[in-house]
């Protein structure tokens, strides 16, 4: 039939439904929690929906075929046009935009900021207080270039060979981002998360004459890439997860990816996808979906993005979405 039904997308999930051997309810394990050991945990009823014992989840076949497949039960992207990932004319088709290296000057600039920034958090600072919220540990922070400028500073922008005559880099968290380039590592990128959050500003700001192409943190041989919208996001599911996940920070939901990521996650047999959860992440989802038939929902749970989850939950969060790969594959 044309229209699919909660069993049949749970099939699709690798999941297996059996009949309840007293009523006409079908039991499954439930594609939230990921439970490999749950199969009984998910009840689902004649009328075709179903609910999840465990974490309390009422799903229908539309709602469960939306996040897990990337569209409606009915077969159909919800995106623009796609038909069980088969890309149609009016698809939007995720850029994949050539290298961009900033100027020699710039990158040495922003390597005397790293030296005078990087793993220093002063008590009593609001970075170290955000880097607490936030569940950083300044250990681990510190080996991924997470710093924290104590003041707003305007820099000439010949120093740096940019078109403007000054450089803004705000107060708050930076990450500055090493890159190989001619084979030697550079500082090719910096974003801070601003301190100050009452003002027109955006809260995030890329420094001018930063490389456009997304971070990438972690070891990326025999593991799973986990793509996020924030650095700091990145940087922390890194923490929690490191021998599960590396992780690709985008650094907002419309931004292009570059050719040194794009073939790193062509190689990926599986990739979690788990950008905030609002219209902007969800629109770019067939794109990315088209672009990388391995593409996994997984969104933050009961949270905007997973920097917004409790830090203790964060691993078991992960793991769930690893074991859904391994499932999947």
């Known amino acids: 039939m044309n229209e699919l039904d909660v069993i049949s997308i749970l099939e699709r999930l690798g999941y297996h439904a059996t009949k309840s051997r007293y009523g006409d309810e079908y039991h499954s394990n439930c594609p939230k929690c990921a439970d490999p050991e ?18 309390g989840t009422w799903w229908n076949a539309d709602r469960m075929a939306r996040q897990f ?12 046009g796609v038909m069980w990932g088969r890309a149609h004319s009016s698809q939007k088709i995720l850029r994949v935009m050539n290298d961009t290296i900033p100027s020699q000057s710039w990158s040495i600039f922003m390597e005397k900021l790293v030296d005078q920034m990087v793993g220093i958090y002063p008590q009593g600072s609001w970075g170290a207080h955000e880097m ?28 740096l060979k940019v078109p403007k005559s000054h450089v803004f880099i705000p107060q708050g968290l930076i990450v500055f981002y090493d890159h ?14 601003r301190q100050k959050n009452d003002d027109a500003l955006p809260k995030y ?35 929690e997860a490191s021998s599960l996940v590396w992780t690709v920070a985008l650094g907002g939901a419309g931004k292009p990816i570059d050719e040194y990521t794009d073939k790193l996650l062509q190689k990926s047999q599986c990739i979690l996808w ?35 989850m409790p830090v203790a939950y964060l691993y078991d969060w992960i793991v769930k979405g690893f074991s859904r790969c391994s499932i999947a594959a």
């Open 132 to 159: 607490v919220r936030r569940g950083l540990r300044p250990n681990f922070a510190e080996v991924f270039g997470v710093g924290y400028n104590d003041r707003d500073l305007f820099i000439d922008g010949e120093v």
């Open 274 to 308: 788990a950008l905030d959860q609002d219209a902007a992440g969800r629109n770019q989802f067939c794109s990315w979906k088209n672009r990388y038939p391995q593409l996994r929902a997984w969104p933050a749970d009961k949270a905007k993005s997973p920097g917004d």
């Open 205 to 239: 700001i890329q420094i001018s004459g930063s490389a456009n192409q997304p971070m990438v943190f972690g070891y990326c041989c025999e593991k799973i890439p986990l793509i996020v919208e924030s650095e700091l996001d990145a940087v922390l599911c890194l923490q």
């Open 69 to 80: 497949l990337g569209h409606g039960a009915g077969g159909r992207d919800f995106c623009q």
């Open 180 to 193: 190989e380039v001619d084979g030697k590592v550079r500082c090719i990128k910096a974003k801070v998360r």
């Open 38 to 55: 749950g199969d009984d945990r998910l009840v689902i009823f004649p009328d075709g929906n179903a609910y999840c014992r465990r974490c």
